[in-house]
């Protein structure tokens, strides 16, 4: 039973849909994003919602076919090199179509934000296998806090739900055996640092 309550964490807390959730975020907590028309804000979600979940979700029969994965979970670490270097074309893809819009920055440097992530997490993945799923939970932490210190906004009730969530997937990650505790928490830290880091200074 608690093998499957995993899966179904893993499934519904996936790292290809931490990017719609950001934006999400971001035009739920910061007050001058709300002005935008509908039109914009729904441009916004489709263009992140096909580059970084649509296309690279209907990629991965596309590996299996050619062999370069042998399921969708992509247990060993070497299956993970060539969908993550399409997800960082694709994060980038994302960020370049959002840079050419009428947008609030801070969601240009969020979708920057999530590239570097990804590619970082590839980086990794070449030699060491990182947790992606913990990676972007931690990306989300890491926004939020961001968030709060540069906009001055107390979002204490939504860090501490995003904390809950994220030791919740961690638990589910290391109970489907996927990951070591030091591959979890490492992929926790670099995503929180990451899109905290980028996102508060840029």
């Keep these: 039973m608690q093998k499957i309550i995993a899966k179904i964490l893993s499934v519904i807390i996936h790292p290809l849909l931490m990017p719609a959730l950001g934006v999400f975020i971001i035009c739920n907590t910061v007050t001058y994003i709300s002005i935008l028309p509908g039109d914009i804000i729904r441009s916004v ?17 596309f590996f299996i076919y050619f062999r370069l994965i042998r399921n969708e979970q992509m247990d060993e670490r070497r299956q993970r090199l060539a969908p993550l270097i399409i997800t960082v074309f694709l994060f980038y893809l994302a960020y370049y179509l959002l840079a050419r819009l009428n947008i609030p920055q801070i969601i240009k440097v969020f979708m920057l934000s999530a590239t570097i992530t990804v590619a970082l997490t590839f980086l990794v993945t070449t030699f060491w296998k990182i947790s ?3 990676t972007g939970v931690g990306g989300i932490s890491g926004v939020l806090m961001a968030i709060a210190l540069r ?5 204490q009730n939504f860090l501490i ?3 809950l969530v994220s030791g919740f997937l961690a638990y589910a990650r290391l109970k489907l055996n996927a990951h070591s505790p030091e591959q979890v928490y490492a992929g926790y830290g670099m995503g929180f640092v990451t899109m ?7």
């Design 45 to 61: 979600f489709l263009i992140i919602f096909i580059s970084t979940f649509i296309l690279p979700v209907a990629l991965i029969p």
């Design 151 to 155: 906009n001055n906004i107390d979002l």
């Design 161 to 163: 739900i995003s904390f």
């Design 132 to 134: 992606a799923h913990m």
């Design 196 to 202: 905290m880091t980028v996102m508060y200074i840029y």
